[in-house]
């Protein structure tokens, strides 16, 4: 059984950074594609970055391209987003996910998820 389970998240004020971990167990993820999505209240969720955890790929959202980085420690089986230059609109819940076909910047492509943390950006 795979579990993900993220930390990190908080409250800021615009202009700050955070980090933000996703622990992975359960599964070796050499052929996974692991990603971070995030939901504000009353919208859908989205895509905000990718990392193929073998090839070390990364794939970016426009929105957070630039200010937001995703990296992968395989020995610790955990992957993190940094995220500077925080703006109001990047308040949401931060998801952490998991896809055993590849990337996809769309949640229907990912099998495992995590239960969130929340990442709140004051103005």
């Known amino acids: 059984q795979v579990q993900l389970v993220e930390s990190g998240g908080g409250l800021v004020q615009a202009g700050d950074s955070l980090r933000l971990s996703c622990a992975a167990s359960g599964r070796t993820f050499s052929t996974y594609v692991m990603a971070w999505f995030r939901q504000a209240p009353g919208k859908d969720r989205e895509f905000v970055a990718a990392?193929?955890?073998?090839?070390?790929?990364?794939y970016y959202a426009d929105s957070v391209q630039g200010r937001f980085t995703i990296s992968r420690d395989s020995a610790k089986n955990t992957m993190y987003l940094q995220m500077n230059s925080l703006k109001p609109e990047d308040t949401a819940v931060y998801y952490c996910a998991a896809s055993k076909t590849g990337f996809l910047p769309r949640s229907a492509g990912y099998d495992y998820w995590g239960r969130g943390t929340q990442v709140t950006v004051s103005s």
């Open positions: 990392i193929n955890w073998s090839r070390g790929n990364t």
